[in-house]
């Protein structure tokens, strides 16, 4: 917290991004679980022990991007959604069927058992006359139960460990998300006029949602997902003010008025965006990822925005899992040398991302391992 104000600290914090970062429960035997794995512990009990937790906890207690239709009552997902889950081989599927009158949307979903992702195999939306078919869905379907009581439990779990970090997506992920990529970043450039219903369909429950816990959870710290989508080289930061600033924008300043901070989560190619970010009043931004990755140098972000932005980031995943131990140090104590180098509002330790797989290696334990060692926490 004394990092996001603005203050001098005893050494830059580390965090370890989701490894502690997600609630996860090595203990539960399911299969499709990857923590329970053995090779797990050990990284899992580092991240406990000697990092700075950032606990990102859902006010719906949901993560996946698509997971609003998971919040609706059960009356209504009788009325408008039947889900069918099913397992054939190493994965597990769930198909979504939205019944709207006499027409249908429909989408699948796979997780594989050694991988913590779900893929979108089908998207819900595939063309315009679908997207004109979902804004007929009643507003009455997306309204969330949203658990203030399960914030504060995690908070008070976690102790003097680590902070919580509100996490939610933006109007632009959820729409983003119900499309494939490619059919998004075409949509967004060609078809303004149909996309602004749908960011204002999503926007009324997500400002809602956001006007509470900001209310009734105030001063903490949020991660806001989603602007990625209208970045480089999907789409022309000519966009950005159009659907980022005009839609994310108010729930930076609902999350700002009740004192908390904002951190704009956004992969890739940031450079011709961040002083949107700025004038949009976000406090921090992660993972600020170099070349090939990204496009900007950590040394150059903190010249130009560091008294504005706590910097998150920005050791790539990539690197922890294949870089030689003694590579990876120098880029860790460059990273750490250009994160704190000169003026700054503050730094922060952090991997791109986190492994997805089942096994962890010696090699990703003993990466993980100096970044604790080089922060000298």
């Not at 658990?147 to 997506?169: C, F, H, P, R």
């Not at 480089?232 to 729930?251: C, I, Q, R």
């Not at 496009?295 to 706590?310: A, C, I, M, P, S």
Request: glycine share 8%.
């Amino acid at each position: 917290m004394a990092t996001l104000r603005g203050e001098t600290v005893d050494r830059p914090a580390v965090s370890f991004y989701e490894i502690g970062g997600f609630p996860v429960n090595p203990g539960d035997p399911d299969k499709f679980n990857i923590y329970n794995s053995a090779s797990w512990r050990p990284l899992l009990k580092l991240a406990g022990d000697h990092t700075d937790i950032i606990r990102m906890v859902s006010p719906v207690r949901a993560q996946s991007h698509l997971s609003w239709a998971d919040r609706a009552g059960p009356e209504a997902r009788r009325q408008f959604i039947e889900e069918k889950v099913w397992e054939q081989g190493n994965s597990r599927f769930t198909r979504l069927a939205y019944r709207i009158g006499n027409r249908e949307l429909t989408t699948l979903t796979r997780r594989d058992r050694d991988v913590d992702t779900v893929w979108i195999i089908e998207p819900l939306l595939k063309s315009r006359e679908e997207v004109k078919l979902f804004l007929e869905l009643p507003d009455e379907l997306f309204e969330e139960d949203i658990n203030i009581q399960y914030l504060e439990d995690q908070e008070k779990a976690l102790g003097d460990s680590g902070i919580v970090m509100v996490d939610t997506e933006d109007p632009v992920c959820a729409s983003a998300s119900l499309f494939s990529l490619e059919a998004f970043t075409l949509f967004a450039m060609t078809e303004n006029k149909l996309l602004h219903p749908l960011l204002e369909k999503h926007s009324r429950y997500l400002y809602r949602r956001t006007e509470k816990v900001a209310r009734d959870f105030p001063g903490r710290l949020w991660r806001i997902y989603g602007p990625e989508y209208v970045t480089e080289p999907f789409l022309p930061p000519s966009l950005f003010d159009e659907y980022v600033v005009a839609y994310t924008g108010p729930m930076v300043r609902q999350i700002k008025a009740s004192g908390g901070f904002v951190r704009i989560h956004s992969h890739g190619r940031i450079k011709n965006v961040l002083g949107h970010i700025v004038r949009m009043g976000a406090d921090a931004i992660d993972p600020v990822e170099p070349p090939p990755h990204g496009d900007v140098f950590l040394k150059d972000v903190r010249r130009e925005y560091g008294k504005e932005l706590v910097l998150f980031g920005n050791v790539e995943i990539t690197d922890i899992e294949n870089m030689p131990s003694d590579s990876f140090r120098k880029v860790v104590r460059q990273t750490l040398k250009d994160g704190t180098s000169g003026e700054g509002r503050g730094f922060v330790l952090m991997p791109s991302a986190s492994p997805y797989g089942r096994n962890i290696t010696e090699l990703i334990l003993g990466n993980y391992k100096i970044m604790i060692e080089e922060t000298g926490e």
